[in-house]
């Protein structure tokens, strides 16, 4: 693998990390990578619903021997960060999930790879599973119409040796995304979803002008939870859900066996004006009262919104666009970078705050959404 290039001069945060590689990419495929649903309502505020939460420090608690660890599916963790499953990474530089995934196992993260991936999934357990110290590997799934085609798939990630199963459920259809629109974004030629080579639509139905070709023809074949029972049913590992928000739903997703639950609105990119994550998360941890695990991802850029999350119920959280940022800006190292600035300002806000341990989070929270 080739050498990532040295971080640029100048990128001590996040939000460095984003402006330079705003600079870095096209117009057209920042719109893609970056961009929101509609008028990106959700998408600011996934972000702003964090920095509005307060946290209320405690003082001269003992801290000696505290730490960032965590327990997720039977699994002890050096800390609660893991990356987002986002397609297409090669967009963002040559060498895609790989430098991503090489970043994520070298600093302990869990990774989510896309089935959107531009780079095929065994080159990727090939690489992270042998690494000490790394996170999970989970592999991110949308059910095709065709069952067959997401059974080969399903089977080829646990051949793999992929850890679970993340299904999104969130996105039946693709969201109104205007920026991208406007810049006419299209996938390179050299680009592709590399495991959905192959499958193939369902015929369209002749519909007459009082049908609705969304209704009656695209989403005949969405997932419902009868689905769900189905893909519990052909593979041993374990089921997440990801792009919950609503409680009931949360206890449905319980009640038919799921592993864990991803707090989640697609990153503001399928409908706009839904809550921010930071809204729902307390919400469905209330839900759901701890009977499993409980992820949230959406807007978290600094440490400090890491321990807010742990405060309002989360088991771990999941960043997406700030490793996307990372990547374009130094492949691997970029990415490693971002990972490591989470955690460092995570220890730091745990510090200043009294927490010697992340069960400690919820004491701190002054402020949570109504």
């Not at 220890?347 to 002054?366: F, S």
Request: charged share 15%; proline share 8%; aromatic share 4%.
């Amino acid at each position: 693998m080739t050498l990532s290039p040295p971080l640029p001069q100048g990128i001590a945060t996040l939000a460095d990390h984003e402006r330079h590689a705003q600079g870095t990419l096209s117009e057209a495929t920042w719109a893609y990578l970056c961009g929101g649903a509609g008028d990106e309502l959700t998408l600011a505020r996934n972000a702003e619903a964090w920095r509005a939460l307060e946290l209320m420090p405690r003082v001269l608690r003992p801290l000696a021997g505290g730490h960032t660890r965590v327990t997720l599916l039977g699994r002890t963790l050096p800390h609660p960060i893991l990356v987002a499953p986002m397609a297409y990474q090669r967009l963002a530089h040559p060498q895609g999930e790989l430098a991503t995934a090489l970043a994520a196992a070298a600093q302990g993260a869990g990774l989510v790879l896309s089935t959107q991936t531009s780079t095929p999934l065994q080159a990727i357990a090939a690489s992270v599973l042998p690494e000490p110290g790394r996170g999970p590997l989970w592999f991110q799934l949308y059910l095709q119409p065709d069952r067959s085609f997401t059974q080969a798939l399903v089977q080829q990630a646990e051949d793999a040796g992929f850890e679970a199963l993340v299904l999104t459920v969130d996105a039946p259809v693709q969201g109104s995304r205007d920026r991208e629109r406007r810049t006419g974004f299209q996938l390179p030629p050299d680009v592709t979803a590399v495991h959905l080579t192959g499958l193939r639509s369902p015929p369209p139905r002749t519909l007459g002008s009082a049908h609705s070709a969304l209704f009656d023809d695209l989403l005949l074949h969405a997932p419902t939870w009868d689905d769900l029972a189905w893909l519990r049913s052909i593979t041993r590992l374990p089921v997440l859900l990801k792009g919950v928000l609503h409680p009931a739903d949360a206890q449905e997703a319980v009640a038919c066996g799921a592993s864990g639950l991803i707090v989640s609105n697609h990153g503001g990119r399928t409908l706009d004006t839904a809550l921010p994550t930071a809204n729902a998360l307390p919400r469905i941890a209330q839900a759901i009262q701890g009977q499993i695990p409980l992820l949230v991802d959406g807007g978290i850029r600094r440490g400090t919104d890491v321990l807010k999350a742990m405060a309002l119920g989360a088991s771990a959280v999941l960043v997406g666009r700030p490793v996307l940022h990372g990547l374009a800006n130094a492949g691997a190292t970029g990415v490693a970078h971002v990972l490591r600035l989470l955690r460092d300002e995570l220890e730091i806000a745990m510090a200043l705050t009294g927490c010697r341990t992340l069960d400690q989070a919820h004491t701190v929270v002054a402020r949570a959404p109504d």
